[in-house]
């Protein structure tokens, strides 16, 4: 399932010191990551912001009270301990005292959707082959589950307008071609290939940083990027499910999501992250309908849904419809609540984890035979991802730092 200043409002209580955050784009709500479509990197929180298209950081907030009698400007505001009528302290919940507990289930809620998502995904296509239907598929049960949220006010939908949705709509256009040519993909080879070829995503997020946006990348960053375009390499030329159309589609995926973070520097707004993400995955619905009427309708007309059901029955069809389309939403969903809980370095981490997994477990289900020069190869783009994502978060931290100072 390959980015998003903001403005304080609310009433001023008489009484109660105004509080003012300070002016500084760094400071700004912290973003989150999503894996759309198993591909790229799309990063919201309050907005979509420049300097998080491409570098995957967050700044936490700082609010400060403005100059009085008692206090300094400068002055950071530290939560006060709750407490009740006699002054001790409220007791602790066992949730709030052990923190890494709740960040362990994101993790794990994480990697689990997005695996059996990836399962699941492969074994419609092996008895229903039309990967354009099916990305529609992903979409639509995941708008009906936004509309469905929006109905009972958990969120409360976010106005739109005629400028925003002129800003959305290029970041869902990319969003959509993307995850298309994802499932293109992984109906053409194995899921562990395709995951291969989508580990270039660092490398065709740095081209555009250089050569696109004009920033400088580190010769070390460039470096760490070698491993994985020599380990992709060395996988396609033996991989046994080797095709032209998985691995074109796979490489214009990765081009699709870099393109999308591009057009998301230009996004700026203060809807919150789950709205942003609601009304890009319907935009990019409507964007998937006409190409899977076009390519696909006639043959599904036609075979596809008569196949399909004989082969499984109407029942089971449709609730692997829903339920795919459902893993797909929900796994990118926790995938931003995780970045938000932990470090930058810890998510590039668990990130690359969660790729080996995927991997790992549709081998072993699908019992897909590899070669021993595509496991080398696959397990050197794997290790150069890894690479690449731990010297890019100790550089960005280092430069919060600094700024910080």
């Known amino acids: 399932m390959e980015s998003r200043v903001l403005t304080s409002r609310g009433p001023t209580i008489s009484g109660i010191p105004r509080l003012a955050r ?7 709500l912290p973003a989150a990551r999503i ?6 990197n799309l990063v919201w929180g309050r907005q979509l912001r420049p300097s998080l298209l491409l570098n995957h950081h967050d700044h936490s907030p700082m609010v400060v009270i403005s100059t009085t009698s008692t206090t300094k400007r400068g002055d950071v505001l530290k939560p006060c301990a709750a407490s009740d009528s006699a002054g001790d302290a409220a ?16 993790f794990f809620m994480w990697y689990f959707l997005n695996v059996i998502f990836n399962i699941l995904n492969k074994k419609i296509y092996n008895y229903f082959p039309y990967p354009y239907f099916v990305s529609v598929i992903h979409l639509a049960v995941g708008a009906v589950y936004c509309l469905g949220s929006w109905t009972v006010g958990l969120p409360k939908r976010a106005p739109m307008d005629s400028n925003l949705l002129k800003l959305l709509i290029p970041v869902a256009v990319c ?94 707004t203060d809807m919150d992250s789950t709205n942003l993400y609601a009304y890009i995955t319907i935009i990019a619905l409507f964007v998937c309908i006409p190409p899977a009427i076009i390519l696909e309708g006639p043959q599904l007309l036609k075979h596809g849904f008569n196949d399909a059901i004989a082969k499984v029955g109407l029942t089971k069809f449709l609730s692997d419809l829903f339920w795919v389309g459902m893993f797909y939403h929900l796994y990118n969903q926790l995938a931003t609540n995780t970045l938000e809980r932990v470090a930058p370095l810890t998510h590039a981490v668990g990130n690359v984890l969660k790729r080996v997994f995927v991997i790992g477990f549709s081998i072993i289900v699908f019992g897909n035979k590899i070669s021993t020069q595509t496991a080398i190869g696959t397990s050197i783009a794997i290790a150069g991802v890894a690479m690449y994502s731990l010297i890019k978060a100790k550089i960005e931290e280092e430069k919060r730092n600094l700024k910080s100072a």
């Open 22 to 28: 300070i002016n500084n784009s760094n400071n700004a």
């Open 35 to 40: 894996n759309a479509g198993e591909g790229g």
């Open 91 to 106: 007791p602790v919940g066992f949730l709030a005292k052990y923190p890494w507990l709740v960040t362990g289930f994101f």
């Open 175 to 268: 969003h959509a071609l993307g995850h298309v040519t994802s499932n293109v993909s992984f109906a053409a080879v194995a899921v562990s290939f395709t995951h291969t070829i989508k580990a270039l995503e660092p490398f065709f997020n740095a081209a555009a940083s250089q050569f696109i946006l004009g920033q400088s990348i580190p010769i070390t960053l460039w470096l760490s990027l070698a491993p994985v375009v020599l380990g992709v390499s060395m996988a396609s030329l033996t991989e046994l499910s080797f095709n032209w159309l998985g691995f074109i589609s796979a490489m214009i995926s990765n081009i699709s999501f870099t393109y999308r973070s591009i057009y998301s520097k230009k996004a700026m």
